[in-house]
């Protein structure tokens, strides 16, 4: 059963620009994590934010998580046409229930020259 | 590293064939996965590994069988294939951990049966 939706479903914006992702989900978490799959590829994680954090950061990537709003965004600044890809978020919850993530729908990231 | 590797990456089968997708890593990741991705259905888990020897059922299993005898392979099984089984499939693997890790992905195979 899919936990996170992401939001928005699509997002279009021009190359400098940057780019907002949501996520949210149900139950309680371990961590949240953030992949990219670009068309007709795997999925290559990105960033793992654990729930006793706020907000991580690597290199033009920024996600924040709140777990009292169970959500968490995902900001890709100074968006680049490379960044075109659909975006997941996957929750992993504590021990006895952390084996498997639990997947999103994704965000689909169009980023025009 | 070659990480995970998927074999084949495009097949063609009709209606009632079988046929064996063969995932394999080359991390030592005690965990591996069985996911099948259609469009606006995200991924969705059909059966996983946590250790050699051992498989479980995910969220979608009807119509698959899995087998992990060695630990660095993962095999996913079509007995007799149905329309609805045209999709892709992704293999995944991750280190065991309560800490939790990422998962790494294959490439895919892009299964169509007609």
């Known amino acids: 059963s899919q936990q996170g939706e992401e939001d928005p479903q699509a997002l279009s914006i021009q190359e400098g620009e940057n780019a907002t992702m949501n996520c949210s989900y149900k139950t309680s978490i371990n961590n949240l994590q953030w992949y990219r799959q670009n068309s007709g590829r795997g999925l290559v994680h990105l960033i793992l934010?654990?729930?006793n954090e706020r907000e991580k950061h690597s290199g033009r990537l920024r996600v924040t998580l709140d777990t009292s709003k169970k959500s968490s965004s995902l900001l890709i600044t100074a968006s680049r046409a490379a960044d075109t890809a659909s975006y997941f978020c996957?929750?992993?919850?504590?021990?006895?229930?952390?084996?498997?993530?639990?997947w999103g729908l994704g965000t689909s990231l169009a980023v025009n020259p | 590293n070659a990480g995970v590797t998927q074999t084949p990456k495009f097949r063609v089968l009709k209606t009632g064939q079988s046929m064996t997708l063969l995932c394999a890593q080359d991390m030592n990741h005690e965990y591996m996965y069985w996911y099948r991705q259609d469009p606006g259905m995200g991924l969705r888990l059909i059966h996983y590994s946590v250790g050699e020897g051992t498989t479980a059922k995910g969220e979608v299993p009807d119509g698959y069988n899995v087998s992990r005898l060695k630990k660095q392979n993962f095999l996913l099984g079509l007995e007799s294939a149905a329309p609805s089984q045209t999709s892709v499939y992704f293999c995944?693997?991750?280190?065991?951990?309560?800490?939790?890790?990422?998962?790494?992905f294959g490439p895919g195979t892009r299964l169509t049966v007609t």
């Open positions: 996957a929750t992993q919850g504590y021990a006895g229930n952390n084996r498997k993530l639990i």
């Open positions: 995944a693997s991750t280190d065991a951990g309560q800490r939790g890790r990422e998962q790494y």
């Open positions: 934010i654990r729930s």
